[in-house]
Nanobody, 117 residues
Framework: QLQASGGGLLQAGDSLRLSCKAS????????TGWFRQAPGKEREFVAQ????????RYADSVKGRFTISREKANNTVSLQVANLKPEDTAIYYC????????????WGQGTLVTVSS
């Protein structure tokens, strides 16, 4: 089970940290990530991190402003966002999949981030 938190109403230029806590399983050999769905748009990949080695990958659109990290002790994956823009407004979902899988098969409930200009 994944539980996301940290969303809210912010202004352009603010920073934000989203957190996602996993419970009920170990994430060893899994990959965790963040997706987002803006109003009227399809859900898109944002970033991912391998649990074992911490290897990261980002969507081109967020490179430089978004940082994904994980805390093994707390079974938590976080997404730090700097210099928020109105186009970052979306519901942000955390997700997880086995490193052997191609489908993200565990999803959190989503947390809404609204950025005003």
């Amino acid at each position: 089970q994944l539980q996301a938190s940290g969303g809210g109403l912010l202004q352009a230029g603010d920073s934000l940290r989203l957190s996602c806590k996993a419970s009920g399983r170990t994430l060893t050999n899994w990959i965790t990530g963040w997706f987002r769905q803006a109003p009227g748009k399809e859900r898109e990949f944002v970033a991912q991190i391998t649990w074992n080695l911490g290897t990261t990958r980002y969507a081109d659109s967020v490179k430089g402003r978004f940082t994904i990290s994980r805390e093994k002790a707390n079974n938590t994956v976080s997404l730090q966002v700097a210099n928020l823009k109105p186009e970052d407004t979306a519901i942000y979902y955390c997700a997880a999949r086995s490193s052997m899988a191609t489908i993200w098969n565990a999803w959190g409930q989503g947390t809404l981030v609204t950025v005003s200009s």
